[in-house]
T-cell receptor, first 115, second 113 residues
Framework: DQQVKQNSPSLSVQEGRISILNCDYTNSMFDYFLWYKKYPAEGPTFLISISSIKDKNEDGRFTVFLNKSAKHLSLHIVPSQPGDSAVYFCAASAPYGGSQGNLIFGKGTKLSVKP | DARVTQTPRHKVTEMGQEVTMRCQPILGHNTVFWYRQTMMQGLELLAYFRNRAPLDDSGMPKDRFSAEMPDATLATLKIQPSEPRDSAVYFC???????????FGNGTRLTVT
């Protein structure tokens, strides 16, 4: 039973356009959400996070949106660049685990940005 | 730039052999996590330590897996005996308790034949 779901295994976008990666969760106790980026043969790298008290967090080209009523979050990358090509993992954390304790990950979405 | 260091990067072993994976967390971090990445399951949490004490190892097959932190600079994940279904990439990550991101190592790619 997956608590964090990324239903699109892959996404292809043209350079300069917007990339939108989606994530759904089922556990209403999750209060902290993160996106990680992973290149081949490397570990995941933290990208951006959002607390459940917010509905938007922005960092440069990256924006995360949270819709708690829909239990949905999305990562927007604009403009997309070829270097953004990677696997993106959505993750969620519940308060009983402490800050980022018991981080639950989705299966990832592979983003390809074509020049 | 501080990093989580994992050794070995690659390990090929035969079924039934013991495998030990090592992790050096970032100095000063007091939480350590072990994750396993497979094609089918994505990133699964295996075990989690805070201040070297195990807090959650419910994701780990208890009969063959064990995780320890002998000291603050070393975390180990041991599989004995190993099985082909254990083939995966194993990641270690460390972090601070209060609100900072997890930092992942580059993983150990384990192949059990």
């Amino acid at each position: 039973d997956q608590q964090v779901k990324q239903n699109s295994p892959s996404l292809s976008v043209q350079e300069g356009r917007i990339s939108i990666l989606n994530c759904d969760y089922t556990n209403s106790m999750f209060d902290y959400f993160l996106w990680y980026k992973k290149y081949p043969a490397e570990g995941p790298t933290f990208l951006i996070s959002i607390s459940s008290i917010k509905d938007k967090n922005e960092d440069g080209r990256f924006t995360v949106f949270l819709n708690k009523s829909a239990k949905h979050l999305s990562l927007h990358i604009v403009p997309s660049q070829p270097g953004d090509s990677a696997v993106y993992f959505c993750a969620a954390s519940a308060p009983y685990g402490g800050s980022q304790g018991n981080l639950i990950f989705g299966k990832g979405t592979k983003l390809s940005v074509k020049p | 730039d501080a990093r989580v260091t994992q050794t070995p990067r690659h390990k090929v072993t035969e079924m039934g052999q013991e495998v030990t994976m090592r992790c050096q967390p970032i100095l000063g971090h007091n939480t350590v996590f072990w994750y396993r990445q497979t094609m089918m399951q994505g990133l699964e949490l295996l075990a989690y330590f805070r201040n070297r004490a195990p807090l959650d190892d419910s994701g780990m097959p208890k009969d063959r897996f064990s995780a320890e932190m002998p000291d603050a600079t070393l975390a180990t994940l041991k599989i004995q005996p190993s099985e082909p279904r254990d083939s995966a990439v194993y990641f270690c990550a460390s972090g601070l308790v209060l609100g900072s991101p997890l930092h992942f190592g580059n993983g150990t790619r384990l192949t059990v034949t």
